[in-house]
């Protein structure tokens, strides 16, 4: 299956080497030059993923982002030349599920559309976490019978905590196991997705009881 990749980027030179690299990366790939442009088809066609520069003209990234999310779950990609902490942990907290900072190879960005458009791993009956019941066939999960709306990097994040049945899972293995390659120690990514996710599987957020941190080890899921 051909993947199908929306390049939102102003700028129209770097839009053009984007595209012809993704596509001899075997991608799809459509563009739009802003956000007013891109929304709209996004919602009249059908994308696997979707590249997002944070320096928009009109509609910034970050609004994109957000509304995409609110949206639904279409894996998002900030694409920046941002550098700073503050910028890189706006985007995520917008709903992004990863980021690239300029300027990167094409292959590192190719490996992390393909890394977010993988399947969830089907197979796996469902889970029980407290009042939580996790389904991995179907991608969903349920607290106490209500649905809970989670991005597809929330569910393989919490998919793997679970799976470990209480164990600890160290920050580097689930960069690997969820994000799918190494962050050689820029854990950013995996704090600001423990947030979001603590945020909506917690019945309070700033005293977790599901999702535990275990401080200079990682994470687990109380069993």
């Known amino acids: 299956m051909c993947v199908r990749v929306l390049l939102v980027e102003d700028d129209e030179r770097i839009r053009q080497a984007l595209c012809l690299a993704l596509s001899d990366e075997g991608f799809n790939v459509g563009e739009a030059g802003s956000g007013e442009e891109a929304l709209p088809r996004l919602e009249a066609e059908p994308f696997d993923v979707v590249l997002v520069d944070l320096t928009l003209p009109g509609m910034d990234g970050l609004e994109v982002v957000r509304t995409l999310r609110e949206r639904g779950d ?15 942990i706006a985007g995520l907290e917008a709903g992004a599920d990863d980021y690239v900072t300029k300027p990167f190879l094409a292959g590192v960005l190719a490996a992390r559309v393909r890394a977010l458009v993988r399947r969830r791993g089907p197979g796996r009956e469902a889970v029980r976490v407290g009042a939580l019941e996790i389904r991995p066939q179907e991608g969903v999960v349920h607290r106490a019978g209500e649905r ?9 994040l919490l998919l793997e905590l679970a799976g470990a049945a209480g164990r600890i899972v160290t920050r580097e293995q689930l960069l690997h196991k969820v994000w799918g390659y190494d ?3 820029d854990t950013r990514l995996l704090d600001v997705h423990i947030r979001r996710l603590r945020r909506k599987i917690e019945v309070n957020p700033d005293d977790p009881e599901l999702l535990l941190t275990v401080r200079g080890s990682g994470y687990r899921i109380r069993s």
Request: glycine residues 4%; positive net charge.
């Open 74 to 88: 279409l894996p998002i990609i900030v694409v920046t030349a941002r550098t700073d902490a503050r910028d890189v």
């Open 148 to 156: 809970v709306h989670l991005t597809r990097t929330e569910f393989r």
């Open 183 to 185: 962050y050689f120690g």
